[in-house]
T-cell receptor, first 113, second 113 residues
């Protein structure tokens, strides 16, 4: 069975500062990894994903995440955050070819002016 | 717009009652997933259907049931409602390629009084 641990429940940060949201997973088989973002009063939407290949994946709005198999981590980073990045971020894992996607508890990113 | 439609958006009911939440997946998606999001439990996987058949089950209570119909829409039935069932219920669908990427609806917010 897989599990996902997001190490920080809340991350306050000033605008234009860098941020890292941490995610660790456990699984006995190979996995796909995801970061989803949830803006207030909306559903979750995919931010980026790792399926295979390059361990560094990027989103269109400047976020990136690196798959580290030895540390079973998939941390999300952004070098300079904006007010509009304020949202809840969920790390998720599913077995390759599997059907069930498990989500972490979420990290609330709060960007202050 | 993810293409996943959920109704109703908001629902207020009393303890002991029964409600039905409805989900229409994206056009062409065969898989439907149900998740429950609450403040204390985070995002919990309930159940998954693929082309009308149950494929995976998570932390779904016996008072809850779901089904997927031939037109691929799905319904989540919640009965003998308790105060603790108050939550946001999300439906998501997955593309047939099974890369694990989920497309979420905007959710149905259930309040049990």
């Amino acid at each position: 069975a897989q599990s996902v641990t997001q190490l920080d429940s809340q991350v306050p940060v000033f605008e234009e500062a860098p941020v890292e949201l941490r995610c660790n997973y456990s699984s006995s088989v190979s996995v796909y990894l995801f970061w989803y973002v949830q803006y207030p009063n909306q559903g979750l939407q995919l931010l980026l994903k790792y399926l295979s290949g390059s361990t560094l994946v990027e989103s269109i709005n400047g976020f990136e995440a690196e798959f580290n198999k030895s540390q079973t981590s998939f941390h999300l980073r952004k070098p300079s955050v904006h007010i509009s990045d304020t949202a809840e971020y969920f790390c998720a894992v599913s077995e390759t070819g599997g059907f069930k996607t498990i989500f972490g508890a979420g990290t609330r990113l709060f960007v202050k002016a | 717009d993810s293409g996943v439609t959920q109704t109703p958006k908001h629902l207020i009911t009393a303890t002991g009652q029964r409600v039905t939440l409805r989900c229409s997946p994206r056009s062409g998606d065969l898989s439907v997933y149900w998740y429950q999001q609450s403040l204390d439990q985070g995002l919990q996987f309930l159940i998954q259907y693929y082309n009308g058949e149950e494929r995976a089950k998570g932390n779904i209570l016996e008072r809850f049931s779901a089904q997927q119909f031939p037109d691929l829409h799905s319904e989540l039935n919640l009965s003998s409602l308790e105060l603790g069932d108050s939550a946001l219920y999300f439906c998501a669908s997955m593309a047939g390629s099974n890369t694990g990427e989920l497309f979420f609806g905007e959710g149905s917010r259930l309040t049990v009084l």
